[in-house]
């Protein structure tokens, strides 16, 4: 039964600690991609808005996708890297995903598919690294 409270304990911290590193590297990402579309330069309370929102999908994105890959891609792999490498990767397939959406393509769903890819392709890369390291 101990066993049983420790993995519960450890998941729920890759839920919330990968909620969080979603959040910024989507909020992050989003703003980042509203100032180099945007002209002119949009007001800081606009800026926070898409913050928060980007950073909604991304905490949704991260409390998922961080305790699926901590516990069967990244075992070998020290969290703190873990989690900011996916975090990069997920900013940088999200801003991607911004970019390659097409004029008549869903402007949230494209990023977020780009984002999880971003992820998904550093953590393979992280896990790859480190078994060859």
């Given amino acids: 039964m101990k066993g049983v409270r420790r993995i519960l304990a450890v998941t729920a911290g890759l839920i919330i600690t990968g909620a969080v590193a979603g959040g910024i590297a989507g909020g992050s990402a989003l703003t980042f991609c509203i100032i180099l579309v945007t002209s002119p330069f949009p007001s800081l309370g606009g800026l926070m808005d898409w913050f928060a929102f980007g950073g909604i999908l991304g905490a949704l994105l991260g409390g998922v996708t961080a305790p699926i890959l901590a516990w069967l891609l990244l075992r070998q792999v020290p969290l703190g890297r873990m989690f ?43 896990r790859y690294r480190v078994h060859h390291a």
């Fill in 84 to 126: 900011a490498v996916c975090a990069v990767g997920t900013m940088m397939g999200g801003v991607v995903g911004w970019f390659a959406t097409p004029r008549s393509g869903d402007i949230v769903l494209i990023p977020l598919i780009g984002a999880f890819l971003g992820c998904l392709v550093t953590a393979i890369a992280l």
